[in-house]
C-alpha cells in the first residue's frame, strides 16, 4: 500500500474514532487498531497525533466548502426572492450535514475543540473568505458578515448533532424549523430592499 493510502486510510480511521469516542481518546493505538495500520506509521505520514487531528479537520473543512461552494450560485438566483435563494442554499448544506453522520460529529468535536484554535482556524478563516465576500452585499455596512455566517454554521452544526443523536428527527418539518431559526436571527441584518424582497 502506498503512503498516500496509508494516509488516507488513517484519515478515515480518525474521522470514525472521533466520531465515535471524541478527541480525547482518539489515541493513536486506537486510530492504528481502527485501521489495521501499524501505529508506527502514523508518525511516518503525519508530525504527531495533532498533526492528524488537524489533517483530518482540514480534509474535512474542504469538504464542507467544496459543498457550500457548489451550491453558492443560488444566491445569483433573481428569480427567486431572497428567502427562497437562502432556503434552498441552507437545504443544500444541510443535507450534506445529515447526509454524512461520522463526518459531522468528528467535525463538530474538532471545530470546538483547543485544537481548532491551536492548529486550524487560520486555514479554515482563509478558505471560507470568499463566502464571506459572496455575502457582504445582502449585509447592511454595519454587519460582521463573519460573524453571521458562523453563527449560521454554528446552529446548523448543533442541530445536525441532535439529529445524529436521536435528539431530534430528521424529518422535513424540523428541517424547515432549523431553517426558520436560523432565517429570522439574521434576517435583521439584510439590507433593506432584500428584507422587503423576502
Not at 23 to 48: H, M, P, W
Not at 66 to 95: G, K, N, P
Not at 151 to 179: G, P, W
Amino acid at each position: 500500500m502506498r503512503q498516500d493510502e496509508i494516509r488516507q486510510k488513517l484519515i478515515d480511521g480518525t474521522i470514525r474514532v472521533i466520531a465515535r469516542d471524541g478527541l480525547d481518546k482518539a489515541t493513536t493505538k486506537q486510530i492504528g487498531t481502527e485501521t489495521s495500520v501499524n501505529e508506527a506509521y502514523i508518525y511516518r505520514c503525519f508530525a504527531g497525533k495533532e498533526d492528524m487531528f488537524a489533517k483530518t479537520f482540514d480534509c474535512l473543512d474542504a469538504e464542507l466548502a467544496e459543498q457550500v461552494f457548489q451550491h453558492i450560485h443560488v444566491m445569483d438566483m433573481t428569480e427567486l426572492d431572497f428567502e427562497q435563494r437562502c432556503r434552498r442554499f441552507f437545504f443544500a448544506v444541510w443535507a450534506f450535514l445529515l447526509g454524512n453522520k461520522e463526518k459531522c460529529l468528528a467535525y463538530v468535536r474538532y471545530y470546538y475543540s483547543p485544537y481548532f484554535k491551536k492548529y486550524s482556524c487560520r486555514i479554515h478563516e482563509a478558505r471560507f473568505k470568499l463566502l464571506v465576500e459572496t455575502f457582504r452585499p445582502a449585509f447592511i455596512e454595519e454587519a460582521d458578515v463573519w460573524m453571521i455566517l458562523n453563527h449560521i454554521l454554528n446552529v446548523m452544526l448543533d442541530f445536525a448533532v441532535k439529529v445524529h443523536n436521536e435528539l431530534m428527527s430528521r424529518s422535513d418539518n424540523y428541517s424547515e424549523h432549523v431553517f426558520r431559526v436560523i432565517y429570522v436571527s439574521v434576517k435583521q441584518y439584510f439590507k433593506r430592499t432584500l428584507e422587503r424582497e423576502a
